[in-house]
């Protein structure tokens, strides 16, 4: 099955910095790769997602890239600010199928 | 995104009883999912409920343990049976609408 690295396990930045969370599959056929943000005792949130057709996306400052050859996506926060505080999961899924295989998170602490 | 509701938010149960947690979605789904998350961890896949078959149980769950219940597109319960403080962690459904996977608030369990 699916297995999906991710790292680091913690980051800290100073608030305008840049973060880079970073992750690694294991199934050449997986095609779909989401990022999800949760806070402390909330629900994981989609932030982006990127298809296994596309290399990289934006949405504002957040930004996805994929390098399939590789087997590595990558999320890119500029920046930062203390509200981006929380952990950042990766995740995979394969073709036609719906269900994700997660990384163990990264906890991104931005500090004022 | 769908708007997924949980009942309950949390509950304290004695060991050897079973909890039914209940997930609402806001339309119609074909994919509903259920996963655990211990504290600090990552999410781990319980099962796939689809609406009008059985579940789909992943590796290290079982259906006499986790029996699960869709009967529409837009509900599904997940009951944890027996419970031992080993079942504590928090359960959260999820639904998968045009290839996008959205997380309920999740039902933090504690069982004594």
């Known amino acids: 099955g699916e297995n999906v690295e991710q790292h680091p396990s913690t980051l800290s930045v100073q608030e305008g910095d840049s973060a880079v969370i970073k992750c690694t599959y294991s199934?050449?056929?997986?095609?779909?790769f989401p990022w999800y943000k949760q806070e402390l005792g909330k629900r994981p949130q989609l932030i982006i997602d990127i298809r296994s057709n596309v290399g990289e996306k934006k949405d504002q400052r957040i930004a996805v890239t994929l390098n399939k050859t590789a087997k590595h996506f990558s999320l890119h926060i500029t920046e930062t600010q203390p509200e981006d505080s929380a952990v950042y999961f990766c995740a995979a899924s394969r073709a036609g199928y719906s269900t994700l295989t997660f990384g163990k998170g990264t906890m991104l602490l931005v500090s004022p | 995104s769908a708007v997924i509701s949980q009942k309950p938010s949390r509950d304290i149960c004695q060991r050897g009883t079973s909890l039914t947690i209940q997930c609402q979605v806001d339309?119609?789904?074909?994919?509903m999912f259920w996963y655990r998350q211990q504290p600090g961890q990552s999410l781990t896949l319980i099962a796939t409920a689809n609406q009008g078959s059985e579940a789909t149980y992943e590796s290290g769950f079982v259906i006499d343990k986790f029996p699960i219940s869709r009967p529409n597109l837009t509900f599904s319960t997940l009951t944890v049976s027996n419970m031992s403080p080993e079942d504590s962690s928090i359960y959260l459904c999820?639904?998968?609408?045009?290839?996008?996977?959205?997380f309920g608030p999740g039902t933090r369990l504690t069982v004594l």
């Open positions: 199934d050449s056929a997986s095609n779909y």
């Open positions: 999820s639904a998968d609408r045009h290839n996008e996977q959205f």
């Open positions: 339309s119609q789904v074909t994919m």
